[in-house]
């Protein structure tokens, strides 16, 4: 029997981290390079619901039952398991790989939840919808991360870049023309519900203050979701630098980040930011095709750890 497989994209936000939690509007784009893939293999004459799951990139290599609890692989499967009320799946081997780096700002433990929840429930014969996907999902990020506002999993699940807010239809946008981007590990590997809490406790201190830094986010979303479908680079990578600027203000940057934003803009970026939680994690450079190489060599020569060229493509009419 051949292998069931399935993918999922990572993502990069471009705008609104930390604010969409307070259900400010984010704008979050998809990275369809960079995936991680599930296959899943019947094996017939194994016992039923004896799961071996191999995943290299960790050293994986284990039956299910012997992985704890809170593994994020063991409680996708257990919520699928779950949704479909079954005591126990057939007996199979899932096979995991991803070329996303963990805890970097680029949706790795999202798109490991949807490309397992697709390939399991394909395997079950019961393939679920794209919405269903994205609700399973949101509860495996919710077991990992608390409270997370599932900016991650809408992004990865449509493939399409996506303006969204909490409790509220995300809106899938068109793109006008293509927007590249330059992305810098700084290395820092940064805990986004740490993060998350940090501004929880910095608001709880100073509401007023925090409130309006969030509102201030929530605009410069709205501008970049219409700059998107315009096609406006420099007016787009300008926002990008201002939503640096009240990151900072929320204390999510750091000394690593902020370095990277500067020396990206000396270089010619139109716009850089942080994205995703912070503390570390990764930079994003908006950059022309003239500029990215420049871009990424300087980033690459102050410390970066990784660079890497992204495209947001123009979207074509469906
Ligand atoms: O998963 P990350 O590190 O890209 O960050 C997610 C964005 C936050 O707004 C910080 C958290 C959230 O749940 O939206």
Redesign the pocket.
Known sequence: MPAITSSAPG?M?LC??????YNQP?VAIPVLTLFTKTSIFARPTAPKGEIFIRADAISLAENLNILPNENPIRQTIELVKEYFSLESLPACEIHITSTLPV?????S??SLAISLIRALSEFIGHPLPVDQVNSLAFEA?KVL?G??????NTVIVYEKPVFFQRDHKPELLKVAAPFHFVVANTGIT?S?SE??ARVRTNWQNDREKYENIFSQIGQISRQIREFLELGKFCETGELLTQDHTLLQEMGVSCPELDKFVKISLQAGALGAKL????MG?NMLAMVTTESADRVAAVLASNGAKKTLHITLPASVEE
């Open positions: 993502k936000i609104g981290e930390h604010a969409v939690v984010a805890a970097a700002g680029m949706g433990s999202a990020e991360h409270n997370p506002s599932g900016v991650d940064a986004t993060a998350v994205s995703g939680g912070g994690g």
